[in-house]
């Protein structure tokens, strides 16, 4: 029994490691594809909101600077009428709020514009 189970260990071995390449490989793809499909790139600008911007960019609000937030008629009042110009902002910072395109990465100034134009256009009803 002993011996039967080890000799399947590096084909289970072989098996995961597979998948997390799998994995890996696919996440990678879906970063580089950056224009591709609109829901892949939902998702990766999404996430990386999560990750920069909704400490203070809680619901598309604003909690240092209470009407400066990500909502359409904010955004309309700054003149910020598309995805470009929340990416240029979130690169370069705007006022108080630091720059992120450090952070963001290449690309990823534009998936997280996307992303919030998307949700301003929503109403930011989807989280
Ligand atoms: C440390 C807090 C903080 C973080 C993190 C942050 N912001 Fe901001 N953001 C602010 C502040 C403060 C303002 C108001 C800027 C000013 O003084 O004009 C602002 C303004 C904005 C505006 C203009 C909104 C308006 O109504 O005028 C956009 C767009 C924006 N941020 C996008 C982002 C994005 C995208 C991220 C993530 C990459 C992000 N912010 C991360 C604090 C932050």
């Known amino acids: 029994m002993a011996r039967h189970l080890a000799s399947w260990g590096p084909f289970l071995a072989l098996g995961l490691a597979l998948q997390v390449g799998l994995g890996v490989g696919l996440g990678v793809s879906g ?3 950056g224009a591709g499909p609109a829901l892949a790139v939902d998702a990766d600008g999404g996430s990386l909101f999560q990750a920069h911007c909704v400490g203070c960019h809680v619901n598309g609000g604003n909690i240092i600077r209470r009407g400066r937030t990500l909502k359409m008629k904010a955004l309309e009042r700054q003149g910020i009428n598309s ?6 902002i979130a690169a370069q910072g705007i006022g108080q709020m630091g720059a ?7 690309g990823g100034p534009e998936r997280v514009g996307l992303y919030v134009w998307q949700q301003a256009l ?5 989280k």
């Open 31 to 33: 970063i580089l594809l």
């Open 122 to 126: 929503g109403g930011w009803s989807t």
């Open 100 to 106: 992120y395109g450090q952070v963001l990465g290449p």
């Open 83 to 88: 995805p470009e110009a929340i990416a240029t």
